[in-house]
């Protein structure tokens, strides 16, 4: 990074703003008093599994089995968000006029109507129906949700894959399948890794919402604690920080496979 | 090996202006023959060339490659396809695989050869092109005339039965052109079916056992070298020449 002149007058704003939200929080504002220590131990803690257990193991606090639950969730409604995107992308494109419009409907309903709604029809609706667990509806929701978006994310990618590259595959005798798999996917999906990316750090945080069918995620087990002891700040920052070391990380993540990709460029 | 019956085909633009591309067509080409194809631009050139392996379709017509209807209804196109090489105007290597993977991938998703023998196929044909040495390259690190020289190994690779060329050199620097045209000399010299559409008369001078010079879709001229460049009886293909020569 270069700093200049500029950079100097940016960090004498930016320093000002802060000293003075802490002189309102403070000073001004309400008196909280803080109780970071309770913190750590809804993270890890060493103990036996209840107040009756005596053995002495370093175990996961609330918040972390949470955050293991968020992960899991958010790891399989992604691999399915795949699938299903990339069936939407192929099918969007395809020549027969019924499975375009199937196609396309199904990305209408689900991108105009709200997540939180479509979370509650399959819990509740198809849930019942099929003895659906919350962790499935749950991750179902996820899934076909951000399988839209993906959906039409691929589409645009396939698109954007010049058409001589489809007509030098056919003419080597590919099937149209053939072309897609080994030809037009794999230069698609390292064109669209940034949207991709933009649209899985979007799933993890969207994924708070099934907290609302009762599933043990991040934000479930994080109003469970606030509930317990009222340390709602401190919790929340916490949730919060939490959320942001796994969207960072796939952020990070995809920098770096953009930049391995890059090699052929 | 290559017979085309009163091939009829329209293009529709998207401002709805109907075009003919193709006007009763016919033509039969041998076993081991060199046909040029010349003409000016929206003759009907390309779009002939590219309805030899069905890569458009044509309205009305017959085409026959070595005895197959390739417009029948119930046919397999892939197997057709498979026996007919194309070289085209902007290469269409693919990007994400190095120079030895884009003569390797059809080989063995289509022909289902081991990866061995396809390796040894491919290795010989990049030689024969003289481009051996970028094997691992990247098509982006090679320039067009070395990309246009792999885009031909990859076809050969497969053995095909007759070679088409998409105005194989008109979008290359003119120092690179040469260097294609003497591959696909190589070739007809080894007795390569080739329909060849190409602005390049010095090569259909040398090359051709016969040019066919097209123009609103219609073939209006045909013969050998010797009589189109010296001897032309149509009008419209005196004048072409005299804007071209």
Not at chain 2, 21 to 37: M, P, Q, R, T, Y
Not at chain 2, 154 to 180: N, Q, Y
Request: aromatic letters at 10%; charged letters at 20%.
């Amino acid at each position: 990074m270069h700093f200049n002149k500029r950079s100097l007058i940016t960090l004498a704003v930016l320093a000002a703003v802060l000293a003075g939200m802490y002189y309102f929080f403070t000073k001004r504002g309400i008196t909280y008093i803080w109780h970071w220590e309770s913190i750590p131990e809804m993270l890890f803690y060493r103990g036996g599994k209840s107040a009756a257990d005596p053995s002495v193991h370093l175990r996961m606090g609330i918040l972390m089995i949470g955050f293991m639950l968020t992960l899991k969730i958010s790891i399989t409604a992604t691999f399915f968000a795949i699938i299903i995107g990339t069936i939407v992308g192929i099918t969007r494109l395809s020549s027969e006029p019924i499975t375009r419009l199937l196609s396309s409907v199904y990305v209408e309903l689900i991108r105009n109507t709200p997540l939180l709604v479509q979370i509650y029809i399959i819990y509740f609706f198809f849930g019942s129906m099929l003895r659906l667990s919350a962790f499935t509806a749950g991750t179902a929701a996820l899934a076909i949700f951000a399988g839209a978006y993906v959906g039409e994310i691929v589409r645009a990618g396939i698109q954007s894959i010049h058409k001589g590259q489809m007509e030098a595959s056919r003419s080597l005798g590919m099937s149209y399948a053939q072309a897609m798999r080994h030809v037009i996917l794999p230069q698609a999906f390292k064109r669209i890794i940034p949207p991709l990316a933009g649209q899985f750090i979007s799933l993890i945080k969207d994924s708070s919402l099934v907290s609302v069918i009762a599933l043990a995620d991040l934000m479930f087990q994080g109003q469970q604690a606030v509930a317990r002891t009222y340390y709602a700040f401190e919790i929340y920052f916490t949730v919060a920080a939490l959320y942001l070391v796994l969207t960072f990380t796939l952020s990070i993540a995809t920098q770096f496979i953009e930049r391995r990709l890059a090699i052929s460029d | 090996m290559i017979k085309a019956e009163h091939l009829f085909k329209t293009f529709t633009t998207p401002d709805h202006r109907e075009v003919k591309a193709l006007v009763d067509v016919s033509i039969e080409i041998e076993k081991g023959e060199v046909v040029v194809v010349i003409g000016p631009s929206g003759s009907g050139k390309s779009t002939f060339l590219r309805c030899l392996n069905r890569l458009e379709d044509i309205d009305s017509g017959r085409l026959l490659i070595d005895g197959i209807d390739i417009y029948a209804k119930k046919i397999d196109l892939n197997k057709v396809r498979e026996e007919i090489g194309m070289v085209f105007q902007h290469f269409n290597l693919f990007p994400h695989k190095t120079v030895l993977e884009n003569v390797l991938l059809a080989q063995i998703i289509v022909r289902k050869r081991n990866r061995q023998e396809a390796t040894e196929i491919a290795r010989s044909l990049l030689e024969k092109v003289g481009i051996l040495e970028k094997e691992n390259a990247y098509p982006a690190q090679l320039s067009g005339g070395q990309q246009q020289r792999v885009a031909i190994a990859r076809s050969l690779a497969m053995h095909p039965k007759i070679m088409l060329f998409d105005e194989a050199t008109s979008a290359l620097d003119p120092e690179m052109i040469g260097e294609v045209l003497e591959v696909m000399k190589k070739l007809a010299r080894e007795g390569m079916t080739m329909v060849v559409v190409t602005h390049e008369m010095g090569f259909a001078r040398e090359v051709s056992d016969r040019v066919i010079f097209m123009e609103d879709g219609k073939i209006v001229e045909e013969g050998t070298a010797e009589h189109f460049f010296t001897n032309p009886t149509s009008e419209r293909t005196k004048l072409f020449l005299s804007q071209i020569l």
